[in-house]
């Protein structure tokens, strides 16, 4: 039986940052018959809803409840936004669900939901984006989301395309809707299936610090493994897949 692994994407990119998880897993380099679906949040990409004023994480996680469908046995994995949406659905999975989870990855993310000074900065960037646009996104982001040694090359090119492709309103509501974000430790504290967190060494956005405190809340998983991927920053498996994919091809393995 084939183990669906549902990736969801950072802001404000889209899912083709999962694309070189899709290829390791179409060469078998994921273990057998390992299934990648990356969906596009609402009001980009390939999907096919509107953006809304607030993508807020429970919008977002009754979007993704369709990818679910079926028999299949599946993994959830996000990375900074992406976990944030994957930590809201995992607090909304009914029991049918729930039977047919087999594992959490968690990247370069938090479980904590923003201080009065986080919201306020979200809500002033949103009001920016509509302002402004895409372009001052991607010169700010681009020194937070990759370490120095992968500036000036293909990565970093592919990650600024995604940022300015990348419709203003729908990254404005992304904002908008991440500092509403409830706290999810306790969605940590009841996992009941393994639990993966890579986060690179030098994420100043979410620090390692941020997996470490979920690594302790998931207290009653079956097993937790963590990951600190050297030279990479906010956007570590993209930078180092030859450390993480490895490490990604471990864990489902365990999951199944």
Request: overall charge negative; glycine content about 10%; hydrophobic content about 50%.
């Amino acid at each position: 039986m084939p183990l669906r692994l549902v990736a969801f994407h950072a802001y404000p990119l889209g899912s083709g940052m999962w694309g070189f998880v899709s290829g390791a897993a179409a060469s078998g380099a994921l273990g057998a018959d390992v299934e990648v679906v990356a969906p596009d949040y609402r009001g980009r990409g390939a999907s096919a809803l509107p953006a809304a004023a607030e993508h807020t994480m429970p919008l977002l996680a009754k979007d993704a409840l369709p990818l679910l469908s079926g028999d299949d046995p599946f993994v959830l994995m996000g990375l900074s936004m992406g976990g944030y949406v994957a930590l809201e659905l995992l607090a909304r999975l009914d029991p049918a669900h729930r039977a047919r989870l087999r594992g959490v990855v968690l990247c370069d993310t938090r479980a904590g939901a923003d201080d009065e000074a986080g919201r306020k900065k979200r809500t002033d960037s949103a009001a920016a984006i509509e302002r402004d646009g895409m372009g001052p996104v991607a010169e700010a982001m681009l020194p937070q989301f990759l370490a120095p040694g992968s500036r000036g090359g293909a990565l970093e090119a592919l990650v600024r395309g995604m940022v300015l492709a990348t419709p203003p309103a729908a990254a404005a509501a992304d904002q908008r809707g991440m500092a509403q974000r409830a706290d999810r430790f306790d969605v940590l504290g009841s996992l009941s299936v393994p639990l993966l967190l890579a986060v690179g060494e030098g994420d100043a956005l979410t620090p390692p610090a941020e997996s470490e405190r979920m690594a302790e809340a998931a207290g009653n998983a079956p097993s937790v493994s963590f990951v600190s991927i050297p030279d990479a920053a906010h956007l570590a498996p993209l930078e180092r897949p030859e450390l993480f994919l490895p490490a990604l091809g471990t864990f489902l393995d365990r999951c199944r």
